[in-house]
């Protein structure tokens, strides 16, 4: 996975971390949760902040 890959690293988050409300963690906490499971496979120099804003939204869609 890329970082311009959201909603399957959403899907991947929300498997790996079920008990984890995405509305609470920071972006710097999400980026390393994303940099931390095992199809990822990106440049950590390549994230920003409106990637990380797309993970994090499509997580919360994810947890409804």
């Not at 959201?6 to 991947?12: F, K, P, T, V």
């Not at 972006?27 to 496979?41: I, P, Q, T, Y």
């Amino acid at each position: 996975m890329n970082w311009t890959d959201s909603l399957d690293i959403a899907i991947a988050l929300d498997e790996t971390y079920p008990d984890t409300d995405p509305l609470t963690i920071g972006f710097v906490e999400l980026r390393d949760k994303v940099m931390a499971l095992e199809e990822f496979d990106d440049d950590p120099e390549k994230s920003g902040e409106k990637i990380l804003e797309a993970i994090q939204m499509n997580w919360i869609e994810e947890k409804q």
